[in-house]
């Protein structure tokens, strides 16, 4: 496969398929994560995710310090602000009284939830609706920045392994005495249930290939807004082509995985493709 594009439409569909499967198949779902510790006092599942999280830890830091990845921290991160604190509340509560998270309303609608296709309704519409008021949630986050640093090692002014490593490591002692005491796994009589701790292993690793191959993490909030203003472009064009969210100019990156296939496209090639643009 010499088509660095088609690399990369083949890698995002197929990790996106394998991580669909495998969070419907283990109910991984964030939303719930949350519910369930603050309804029913249940941090089992809040255990999984610690175990994604440090997994993709040790994978990303592994993909820098041997050069894998070495975009760090990735273009697309902004810089914290108040904006930050307040968009990740609305989206809190938006979760909850939607049932699920943007991931998690996918996979269930896909298993025939009527509630979940209202959410997805629903946040294709607030996705694009979004789009109007860029402009002044754009201004608000800038005008209340906290910080010029994006990541923690920014911030306290080291190498990013002094802080991952740690960090994981504790993780992985936390996680140790969980399986010792048996709180890791729950019996279940379901067919084909993949237990949590494993596809957070598995999510941790798509996520992982995909940063490598695609150029980016997993990530879905913005296609809701893409494919959200296909729709509202059927009846709005030029109200959609004259919003500057769906104008900004793509991200001119390239990921270490690729060069190899783009400088060899390019050679017999009359057209330049270093570097393509990730919108």
């Not at 197929?14 to 994560?33: K, Q, Y």
């Amino acid at each position: 496969m010499t088509n660095p594009y088609t690399l990369i439409i083949t890698t995002s569909l197929l990790t996106g398929l394998l991580a669909g499967f495998i969070m419907h198949r283990s109910s991984f779902c964030v939303t719930a994560m949350f519910r369930d510790i603050f309804l029913f006092k249940d941090g089992y599942m809040m255990r999984m995710l610690l175990i994604l999280v440090v997994a993709s830890m040790l994978l990303f830091q592994l993909g820098n310090s041997s050069g894998l990845l070495t975009a760090n921290p990735f273009p697309l991160l902004g810089k914290p602000s108040l904006a930050t604190l307040v968009g990740g509340m609305l989206f809190g509560i938006g979760m909850v009284l939607a049932g699920g998270c943007v991931v998690g309303t996918l996979y269930k609608m896909g298993a025939g939830s009527v509630l979940s296709l209202v959410a997805f309704i629903g946040l294709l519409s607030g996705s694009a609706l979004y789009a109007d008021l860029h402009p002044h949630w754009s201004q608000f986050a800038k005008a209340t920045t906290l910080s010029s640093d994006i990541t923690l090692p920014q911030l306290f002014e080291i190498e990013a392994y002094l802080l991952t490593l740690p960090l994981a490591l504790l993780g992985l002692i936390y996680i140790y005495q969980l399986h010792r005491g048996n709180r890791l796994t729950k019996s279940t009589a379901l067919e084909g249930y993949i237990a949590p701790w494993k596809a957070a292993l598995l999510l941790a690793l798509l996520g992982f290939i995909s940063y490598l191959f695609v150029g980016m993490p997993f990530g879905i909030t913005t296609s809701y807004a893409k494919l959200g203003a296909t729709f509202e472009a059927l009846f709005l064009p030029e109200h959609v082509a004259s919003l500057v969210y769906f104008n900004a100019t793509p991200l001119n990156y390239t990921p270490p995985s690729l060069r190899p296939a783009l400088a060899a496209v390019q050679d017999h090639s009359s057209m330049p493709l270093l570097p393509f643009n990730i919108p």
